[in-house]
C-alpha cells in the first residue's frame, strides 16, 4: 500500500514525501503564494468580469515550459509560505466583494493542500483553476468539489513537442482526459457575460508549430460545445530555443481552421500581445 504522505498530485508521480523533500516542482508541503494582483483584468472577459479576478499566483510549476511568461516564479518555490488553514485565512481576509473571481494560477502542484484547505467551505466567489493542464483525471474529480471554471491550457498533441519544449512527453495522454473530465463535470454557467461555472481551454500557438495546433482544435471540438481561447502572445524569454513571434500567417491558419471545426465561442488575441507588456511585474 502506497504511503499517502508520498506526492502523487500530478502525473508525474514524483512520490517523495514533502515534508522533507521536493518534487519536479520544486515545492515543499505548505502552499506558496508567490504574487496576488487585486482586479486583475487581464483574462478573458467570461473570466475576469466586469471588476477582475484576485489572481493568486503560486510559486513553483509541474512543467518546465522553456517559453513560459511567468519564469520568475514558475522556476522556484519563493513565496509567502501558508498551511492550508492559514490560506484559508489568508483568502478570507480579503474584501471578495471587490472581485468578479477568485482565479488560482499554476495551482496543480498544490492541489492536495488546496483541498484540505477549502473543501467544505463556502466563499461568495466562483473559484477559477487556472492551471496547464498537465493534471490527473481522478485529481480533476476530487478538485469539481471545491472549483467552479477550469481554465486549463491545452499546449500539445505531439509528445515530440511537449517533451522537447515542457519535459512533459505524456502531457496530451494526461492533459486530454482531465480536460474531457472537466467538461463532464462543469456544464457551463454564464450569467451577464460571466462564466459562473464551466469549462474556457486555452490554446498557444507555437511558431512553427501550427500543425500541431490544428490537431489540438480537433480534440476540442471533440469535447462538445466549449469556449476556447486561441492566443498568439507567444514571446521568447532567456530560456527559449524558439527565438522568433508567431508569423500573421501560421496564427491565420490556425484560426481559419477553428473556425471550420464551428469552435466560434471563446476568445482570439491580436499579433500585438505577443511583447514583454503583457508578462506581469513579478518582482
Request: hydrophobic share 35%.
Amino acid at each position: 500500500m502506497l504511503n499517502e504522505n508520498l506526492c502523487q498530485d500530478c502525473p508525474r508521480n514524483c512520490l517523495v514525501d514533502r515534508s522533507k523533500t521536493t518534487g519536479f516542482c520544486g515545492a515543499h508541503n505548505k502552499i506558496v503564494v508567490a504574487k496576488v494582483i487585486e482586479n486583475f483584468a487581464w483574462e478573458e472577459p467570461s473570466i475576469s468580469g466586469e471588476k477582475g479576478t484576485l489572481a493568486i499566483f503560486f510559486a513553483g510549476c509541474n512543467l518546465k515550459c522553456e517559453f513560459c511568461q511567468n519564469y520568475q516564479i514558475s522556476r522556484t518555490a519563493k513565496g509567502k509560505e501558508y498551511s492550508p488553514n492559514e490560506f484559508y485565512l489568508y483568502l478570507s481576509g480579503f474584501d471578495l466583494s471587490k472581485y468578479s473571481a477568485i482565479e488560482f494560477i499554476t495551482p496543480t502542484h498544490f492541489s492536495s493542500l488546496l483541498l484540505e484547505a477549502l473543501r467544505g467551505k463556502k466563499l461568495p466567489l466562483p473559484i477559477v483553476w487556472n492551471s496547464s493542464g498537465y493534471e490527473k483525471k481522478e485529481m480533476i474529480e476530487t478538485l469539481a468539489e471545491i472549483v467552479d471554471v477550469f481554465m486549463p491550457d491545452l499546449k500539445y498533441y505531439s509528445s515530440e513537442l511537449s517533451k522537447r519544449y515542457s519535459l512533459a512527453e505524456d502531457y496530451f495522454d494526461y492533459a486530454s482526459e482531465s480536460i474531457r473530465a472537466m467538461r463532464k463535470l462543469k456544464p457551463d454557467i454564464i450569467i451577464d457575460g460571466q462564466m459562473r461555472q464551466g469549462l474556457l481551454v486555452r490554446h498557444l500557438v507555437l511558431p512553427s508549430c501550427y500543425k500541431d495546433s490544428l490537431k489540438v482544435l480537433d480534440y476540442i471540438a471533440s469535447l462538445g460545445k466549449t469556449q476556447i481561447s486561441l492566443m498568439c502572445q507567444f514571446t521568447p524569454t532567456k530560456y527559449s530555443s524558439i527565438k522568433r513571434r508567431l508569423y500573421p500567417l501560421e496564427y491565420k491558419i490556425v484560426l481559419d481552421y477553428a473556425g471550420k471545426l464551428g469552435l466560434n465561442q471563446g476568445y482570439i488575441q491580436e499579433l500585438s500581445s505577443s511583447s514583454e507588456d503583457y508578462i506581469p511585474d513579478f518582482n
